[in-house]
């Protein structure tokens, strides 16, 4: 999916997907930094902090950590946002690929912005898109993004539940394939 090229119209996000596509821009999430986030209905924040068992030798934040966030905030966001009990009763959601783009050293005792949004959400998977920047001075230091399938208990792909769904399609950043 990485560079597939996918398409947005730029029109208000209440009735974007009602509107002709006329014109429209393409994005490929390879460039997420780019992406129309202002046009999801909602963003999850969540904050971590950095602290010295995160830096290297350098002093500065380990990068494997910039990674570890987006499983902080992908589980945080799932557990306040899409359900408590992380649907065990319902199936699993496997993360089918993962790519993060290191954009800005960090340091012990910042604080990093995590946002989440969702993108190209279908019956049975969906993009979670990840933003991390310094709480500070609001600098961008990383982002990327996760494919995510959801499976049934015997680990066959199989739809979200309905309600599921609907939750995920609230953080959709609205690109048009």
Request: proline share 3%; hydrophobic share 40%; glycine share 4%.
């Amino acid at each position: 999916m990485r560079n597939a090229a996918l398409k947005h119209a730029d029109v208000t996000h209440a009735n974007w997907a009602a509107q002709p596509q006329s014109l429209p821009v393409q994005y490929d999430l390879a460039e997420w930094q780019s992406l129309p986030y202002q046009l999801a209905d909602r963003t999850y924040e969540h904050r971590i902090e950095t602290y010295l068992k995160d830096s290297n030798a350098y002093t500065n934040t380990y990068f494997a950590r910039y990674f570890e966030w987006q499983g902080v905030c992908r589980e945080a966001w799932f557990f306040k946002c899409v359900s408590a009990d992380m649907l065990q009763d319902k199936g699993v959601f496997i993360t089918k690929a993962a790519h993060n783009d290191y954009v800005q050293e960090t340091f012990p005792f910042q604080t990093i912005r995590g946002q989440v949004n969702t993108a190209l959400v279908k019956n049975a998977s969906f993009y979670i898109l990840f933003r991390f920047s310094n709480a500070e001075t609001g600098e961008l230091v990383s982002g990327g993004y996760q494919q995510i399938v959801f499976a049934d208990l015997n680990r066959r792909i199989c739809r979200l539940p309905a309600d599921v769904l609907e939750t995920v399609r609230r953080y959709e950043v609205p690109l048009i394939v």
